[in-house]
């Protein structure tokens, strides 16, 4: 299957900075990238989706200007978390689909721990 | 909306045995459905990827059905060993252009 990068694989920062991670198609073009969360034994909730050139499409209840999503080209996406606090503190899991979106591949999540 | 129910929550097995993990979801008109593996802290590794065309589809000791006019899918594990021990993850996608929607999983603990 196709690989997906995250990187960095484990954060801590301090409340009131922000965080970037990155997610990467390494074999492929995706034209479709998506961010996922997870809390501590919860599943995974879709945050949003990217389309590469194009804003990210926000789920209800996600604040666009807290995560900021850039799909600026077909192998690489960003999260960004602005102004992290404590409630920030999860596991963020990229995905990403080529053109035809048969599949999503999945990276391989970053850990945010936010004091 | 789709939404995904996976029961149930936590299952311990003796090594060796076979068993049945259950996933239903809401809207049948489904375009696949996909199995994933997590281990504490990791990441996802996908197990089986299911179209809607297919009843099923297998994968050495794990098979996974598909029937889409009772909402339901399920994962059978043969002959399970300690390795084994995970949460299990179904999702589904409702059309070519959504996400995959996941269940809340299933802790798995297979005792040697």
């Known amino acids: 299957g196709a690989v997906v990068s995250q990187h960095p694989s484990r954060v801590i920062c301090k409340s009131g900075t922000s965080v970037k991670i990155e997610c990467r198609s390494l074999?492929?073009?995706?034209?479709?990238m998506f961010w996922y969360r997870q809390f501590p034994k919860q599943s995974l909730m879709l945050m949003a989706t990217s389309n590469e050139g194009s804003k990210a499409t926000y789920e209800q209840g996600v604040e666009k200007d807290k995560f900021l999503i850039n799909h600026a080209s077909l192998t690489l996406s960003t999260l960004t978390v602005t102004s992290a606090h404590p409630e920030d503190s999860s596991f963020y899991i990229c995905?990403?689909?080529?053109?035809?979106?048969?599949?999503?591949?999945f990276g391989p999540g970053t850990r945010l721990t936010v004091l | 909306k789709q939404e995904v129910t996976q029961i149930p929550a936590a299952l311990s097995v003796p090594e060796g045995e076979n068993l049945v993990l259950n996933c239903s979801f809401t809207?049948?008109?489904?375009?696949?459905l996909q199995w994933f593996r997590q281990d504490p802290g990791k990441g996802l590794t996908s197990l089986l990827l299911i179209q809607s065309s297919q009843r099923e589809q297998t994968s050495g000791r794990l098979n996974a059905s598909l029937d889409k006019s009772s909402g339901r899918s399920t994962l059978y594990i043969a002959a399970s060993q300690p390795g084994d021990s995970a949460t299990y993850l179904c999702a589904a996608r409702s059309s070519g252009n959504t996400p995959l929607v996941f269940g809340k999983g299933t802790r798995l603990s297979v005792i040697a």
């Open positions: 074999d492929f073009q995706a034209t479709t």
């Open positions: 809207d049948s008109a489904i375009y696949n």
């Open positions: 995905s990403a689909a080529g053109q035809g979106f048969d599949e999503q591949f």
